[in-house]
């Protein structure tokens, strides 16, 4: 069992910058893809931004927020960060750190075995 703390989130003004973490404990925390993903009120979860396990070369976004999220990870704190600049009110949602424990990084959210509980972002225009 992996377990998953986001923190981070809050009110922001359009424009604004905000850095969300998820740190991670009970296993080995670089053996896991990590994740972002977010949730707007009566909407899907939809994918934010994963970083491959170990040594977090490989990253992947969404369009909606290439060039300006960035995803990072902390082998040494067991911690992911997701910093997120240049926000919109688009962004507004709650924000969801993941964990896979599978060999093939991925973008779809079934893929992922462990979840946070989630952390509010709002972003006002």
């Known amino acids: 069992q992996v377990q998953l703390v986001e923190s981070g989130g809050g009110l922001v003004q359009a424009g604004g910058s905000l850095r969300l973490s998820c740190t991670a404990s009970?296993?080995?925390?670089?053996?896991?893809?990590m994740a972002w993903f977010r949730q707007a009120p009566g909407k899907e979860r939809e994918f934010v931004a994963t970083?491959?396990?170990?040594?977090?070369?490989?990253?992947y976004y969404a369009d909606s927020v290439k060039g300006r999220f960035t995803i990072s990870r902390d082998n040494a704190k067991n911690t992911v960060y997701l910093q997120m600049n240049s926000l919109k009110p688009e962004d507004t949602a709650v924000y969801f750190c993941?964990?896979?424990?599978?060999?093939?990084?991925?973008?779809?959210?079934?893929?992922?075995?462990?979840w946070g509980q989630g952390t509010q972002v709002t972003v006002s225009s």
């Open positions: 993941a964990a896979d424990e599978g060999s093939v990084l991925g973008i779809r959210a079934s893929r992922y075995d462990y």
């Open positions: 009970g296993r080995t925390f670089s053996n896991y893809h």
């Open positions: 970083i491959r396990r170990s040594d977090g070369t490989t990253t």
